[in-house]
């Protein structure tokens, strides 16, 4: 499977905030910088001003987005990128007083995401957020509507003629909800033939970057993208792992988190994260040796709440043990279980966590299987899992762990 890399020359990229005190202004532009340069831009400079709130139609002060400007020109600036969502006005006239691109933070972590989407439903997902988003923004730009049309690299909607007709956009985003809907209807049929099947669910899920591909990969060789890079896998992978007890599971990587997610992206990719709202257990993964991985935790509980998860079952797994630990940890995590996906470091002490932590539907006993009772014994021996086998006078005996539901069609046999 090929992704998508930007071959395209780094475009010169100035990061620019207005620090309200609601947040970390710093530590919100250091990760603007992260995801921008995941985008294939050159951060040259940052650009920040205190206020009690942004300005209603220029952001910045008019003082502050002076100096802005003169900075944009002598350091040859292509785009301009905001760590905060903007209103069409603010776009516009920001534009207009900088003549340069300028995108805010939702268009960009929504251009990562066009890079990143390799799965049919992916794409769609991300076109539909793109759209939604772009609309207000597309009407009455005219022959501006370049401007608008992607983030870094103008990909996206938006670059054709065709796309600023307002109605043909509409149309489009009918079309997609509709395509979605369907393929919501058919992961809705896979969910319930799994739970028919009796197969348990356990989905990961954290912060972007936190390791979860690595660890999917390190504990069922599941092939995914594992890279340095912020939203560096974008669609699902579900894959079987049998645990210690000899349950079988289906283990479930999604789409990372991110401080101030867009609300749009949190909409289109509801049917891909509702993974998690079906599973039995929650595996909550970031990176112990962040400085931020206290606020990442938190970040991932709170979008885990918006999605209807409050009350489920969640194991704190502080990767990246192998590094010194942040001092922003939480002294007290209950259940937390410190790994390295990359060395395989505690795996086995999460793999043991995991059975625990799932609702027992598993028994052991001890079976003695009449020899004319062929059948039985071919179940048992398929479906479960023996620790002890022998053959003797008055039948087979079994020291045997299996699904509770098979322990009961033969309970007449347990001794």
């Known amino acids: 499977m090929e992704y998508y890399e930007n071959k395209q020359e780094p475009e010169k990229a100035v990061l620019v905030a207005v620090d309200t005190g609601e947040y970390d202004c710093d530590s919100s532009l250091a990760e603007l910088e992260e995801l921008a340069m995941t985008a294939g831009a050159e951060v040259v400079g940052f650009v920040s001003q205190k206020r009690e709130r942004p300005d209603g139609a220029l952001f910045?002060?008019?003082?502050?987005?002076?100096e802005l400007r003169e900075f944009c020109e002598n350091n040859e600036i292509e785009v301009v990128i905001v760590d905060s969502e903007l209103s069409p006005?603010?776009?516009?006239?920001?534009?207009?007083?900088?003549?340069?691109?300028?995108?805010?933070?939702?268009?960009?972590?929504?251009?990562?995401?066009?890079?990143?989407?390799?799965?049919?439903?992916?794409k769609l997902q991300?076109?539909?957020?793109?759209?939604?988003?772009?609309?207000?923004?597309?009407?009455?730009?005219?022959?501006?509507?370049?401007?608008?049309?992607?983030?870094?690299?103008?990909?996206?909607?938006g670059e054709t003629k065709l796309e600023s007709d307002k109605r043909h956009i509409r149309r489009r985003i009918k079309t997609l909800e509709d395509e979605l809907e369907e393929l919501g209807k058919r992961r809705n049929l896979q969910r319930a033939r799994r739970e028919k099947d009796?197969?348990?669910?356990?989905?990961?899920?954290?912060?972007?970057?936190?390791?979860k591909s690595t660890l999917m990969n390190t504990l069922t060789q599941a092939g995914v993208l594992a890279q340095d890079k912020l939203f560096a896998t974008l669609d699902p992978?579900?894959?079987?792992?049998?645990?210690p007890d000899g349950r079988k599971i289906m283990l479930i990587d999604t789409v990372g988190f991110i401080r101030r997610l867009p609300h749009n992206l949190v909409e289109a990719f509801k049917s891909t994260l509702e993974e998690a709202v079906g599973a039995k257990l929650i595996l909550n993964v970031c990176d112990a040796s962040d400085p931020e991985c206290g606020e990442h935790l938190k970040v991932t509980e709170e979008l885990l709440d918006e999605l209807g998860c409050a009350g489920k079952p969640v194991i704190p797994v502080l990767n990246k043990c192998d590094l010194p630990r942040s001092d922003s940890l939480p002294s007290n995590l209950p259940g937390a279980v410190e790994i390295s996906a990359l060395d395989g470091r505690g795996l086995d002490d999460l793999l043991n966590?995991?059975?625990?932590?799932?609702?027992p539907s598993r028994a052991r006993v001890k079976m003695l299987i009449p020899y004319t009772d062929g059948a039985a014994a071919a179940v048992l021996r398929r479906d479960g899992v023996i620790a002890e086998e022998a053959y003797r006078e008055d039948g087979l005996y079994l020291d045997i762990t299996a699904d509770v539901e098979i322990i009961d069609k033969y309970r007449d046999y347990c001794v």
């Open 89 to 122: 006005v603010q776009q516009r006239n920001m534009e207009n007083a900088l003549d340069v691109r300028v995108i805010d933070r939702t268009t960009l972590i929504l251009d990562i995401f066009a890079q990143r989407a390799v799965s049919n439903e992916g």
């Open 126 to 157: 991300v076109e539909l957020a793109q759209l939604k988003y772009s609309l207000p923004r597309l009407i009455g730009q005219g022959h501006k509507l370049s401007r608008l049309g992607g983030g870094i690299g103008t990909r996206g909607p």
């Open 353 to 359: 966590a995991i059975a625990k932590a799932l609702p």
């Open 198 to 211: 009796r197969v348990e669910t356990v989905v990961i899920v954290g912060y972007t970057n936190a390791g």
């Open 237 to 243: 992978t579900s894959r079987a792992l049998t645990l």
């Open 60 to 66: 910045l002060g008019s003082g502050r987005l002076d």
